[in-house]
């Protein structure tokens, strides 16, 4: 789900097997952050944010932006802090981050997980607070003001004790596999993802089936493709799109905007999480584009009071997205479900305007399908939650198991 730091730093920063050259080694992380994926050049300004959890690779970041002779500054972050004003600021003092202007000024902005804890920060928060955080910073037009914004962005991905303790994770497993995943073979994941975005640029329709039930089309709508590879060329930090200036690690992901009223069908999410909270069982019909009739066996009240809470935009569906990193192993029935993972799909419900979509809703949240079957125009390229190569891939009839 997307909180508001999560949409914060989403927003600005569009923009886990273990490795045995990365491991815990920041400096030769900050090394591949700076110099490779962000690509920062002497006299440029670097925000660095973050949280208190996460200062040893933001200080190795910012030693190594300074040694390639670029300007660092640093913004942290603290669970107590973000608890204060998720939950305990007054209401009539909620608006739009005055830092956010500020942040926008600088070149490249490079971005770790703010909260350590998540859940705990969103303890005791109500949906029409959480409703009012979005539609305030909806409200300030930040997103219009990225794509124009000459700022470039890499999000990096930190490993949380907290977060493999919620899920129950090995931690230590956990942890090796954020790590490979950053230091995956990136040149691999392009060369895949280049060959999908040129079918799903080209495609028409997509038809996403699952083996617990999920069975739907929606059409392409000749929208932008997006590919994070991991790395920002010389190519990609001249792109006019903010999405195109950005960059995950790990990375490994292709996404992109359907035409909002096409998808019709039958969608049954993998287990994953709502404010931290379990949620489990979700299902929903879709038609004309709209969820409706949505349930889960677990979590589904908090859910709902929360849609409650925004414009029916929010029910709409609005992106997708296939991951691509064969470090990344998810474990659903944990609801740890990263979206880089290779072949692991995303449907996501609210806000595409940044993709270049139609849908204007306050904020945004995604479900993850695993274990999906992925056709554009009948080629499949992802099997039973399997990457399929699109060079070579052929449809093939769903069993009977896929079609119900």
Same mark, same amino acid.
């Given at each position: ?7 914060t730093s989403g927003l600005l920063g569009l923009l886990l097997m273990a490795s ?193 039930? #999920?069975?739907?089309? %929606?059409?392409? @709508?000749?929208?932008? +493709?997006? $590919? /994070?590879?991991? =790395?920002?060329?010389?190519?990609? !930090? ?65 859910f709902q009071k929360s849609l409650a809470s925004y414009d029916p935009g929010m ?47 306050? #904020?945004?949240?995604? %479900?993850?399908? @695993?274990?999906?079957? +992925?056709? $554009? /125009?009948?080629? =499949?390229?992802?099997?039973?939650? !399997? ?18």
């Open positions: 789900m997307r909180n508001r730091y999560a949409a045995p050259v990365f491991g815990q080694n920041y400096e030769q992380i900050a090394k591949q952050i700076v110099n490779t994926s962000a690509g920062v050049k002497p006299g440029e300004l670097v925000m660095i944010t973050g949280g208190k959890h996460t200062m040893p690779l933001m200080e190795a970041i910012a030693v190594e932006v300074a040694r390639v002779g670029g300007q660092p500054e640093m913004m942290v972050n603290t669970d107590k802090v973000a608890h204060a004003i998720d939950v305990e600021m007054p209401e009539s003092a909620i608006q739009a981050s005055k830092s956010d202007n500020w942040l926008l000024q600088a070149d490249v902005l490079i971005t770790l997980p703010q909260l350590e804890d998540s859940k705990a920060v969103l303890a005791g928060i109500t949906p029409a607070r959480q409703a009012k955080f979005a539609k305030v910073a909806a409200d300030a037009g930040l997103s219009k003001k990225l794509d124009a914004a000459k700022i470039r962005g890499v999000f990096v991905s930190y490993p949380s004790k907290s977060l493999a303790a919620n899920q129950q994770l090995d931690y230590p497993s956990y942890e090796q596999m954020i790590w490979a995943g950053i230091g995956t073979d990136y040149t691999a994941v392009a060369t895949q993802a280049q060959q999908l975005k040129q079918l799903l640029t080209t495609g028409k329709k997509v038809h996403i089936t699952s083996p617990t039930g #999920t069975n739907l089309t %929606f059409q392409l @709508a000749a929208r932008p +493709v997006f $590919v /994070d590879d991991g =790395v920002l060329t010389a190519a990609d !930090q001249q792109e006019k799109l903010i999405y195109n200036r950005t960059a995950s690690l790990p990375g490994g992901r292709i996404y992109g905007t359907c035409q909002e009223t096409s998808a019709t069908g039958r969608l049954e999410a993998s287990p994953t999480t709502w404010n931290g909270k379990p949620m489990q069982g979700f299902k929903a019909e879709l038609k004309n584009g709209q969820l409706a009739n949505s349930r889960a066996d677990a979590g589904s009240e908090d029910m709409q569906l609005g992106y997708f997205s296939i991951g691509l990193n064969p470090a990344m192993k998810p474990q659903e029935q944990k609801g740890f479900n990263p979206s880089t993972a290779a072949g692991m799909v995303y449907l996501a419900i609210g806000n595409n305007e940044l993709l270049g979509g139609q849908n204007q809703a306050a #904020t945004s949240y995604s %479900f993850p399908i @695993a274990n999906a079957t +992925v056709e $554009v /125009d009948g080629t =499949v390229v992802v099997r039973n939650g !399997q990457l399929v190569s699109p060079t070579v891939a052929k449809a093939a009839p769903m069993g009977k198991k896929a079609q119900k």
